[in-house]
């Protein structure tokens, strides 16, 4: 019998973005597969994270592109790429716990592609007066993935509904990036050395 590859992957992700800890055997078994076929497929716990590396930068780079980051004030493209994340966020969530994924020379380009655009995203607002410029787009990428985080695990936990997601991430972010006119003015932008993004640890 055929193995759908990406049935698989998608079952472990369900499993994984929920319990970081989940076996190889458990995702097999909720694939309807047996140990051995998995195994032929990904040799390994780090093989099968690495597919699901691939599956999550694709799916996250189909949303920016649907987000059409160029159109309109900055702030609703921040708005439209939440909504449209919002299926892969636990999955995102999930991979960026994985260490080695982000340590070393071999890390996805895929990672510094999405960084790059959403950081373009706000630098975009910041020059259009929109956003804050004492914030560097460098951090208000990485807060965009913290809060997507956290919004998963509040949904996952029962104490948020999954419809309140966007709203959730979006206007506590913007809460704190948009510009308010009537504020101190705002210091140089200050852009990062590195254009790669910092390694994400895990939660102790």
Known sequence: ??????????????????????????????????????????AGRDALVRALEALGIAECESALDAARLDDGPASDAVRRLV????????????????????????????????????????????LGGEFRIDLTPAWLTEALFGLLASGVWMVQSGKGAPKDFPHMVVELLLGGALRHPAGPKDPAPREPASRHPAPRRKES
């Open 1 to 42: 019998m055929a193995v759908d590859r990406d049935h698989v992957l998608r079952s472990a992700a369900a499993l994984l973005t929920r319990r970081s800890t989940t076996t190889m055997d458990e995702v097999a078994k909720a694939a309807g597969i047996s140990r051995a076929t998995l195994h032929r497929h990904f």
């Open 83 to 126: 909504a449209g994340i919002q299926s892969a966020a636990g999955l995102l969530a999930f991979l960026y716990t994985e260490n080695q994924l982000f340590e070393g020379e071999e890390q996805h380009q895929g990672w510094t592609r999405i960084d790059d655009r959403i950081s373009a995203l706000f630098r975009r607002g910041q």
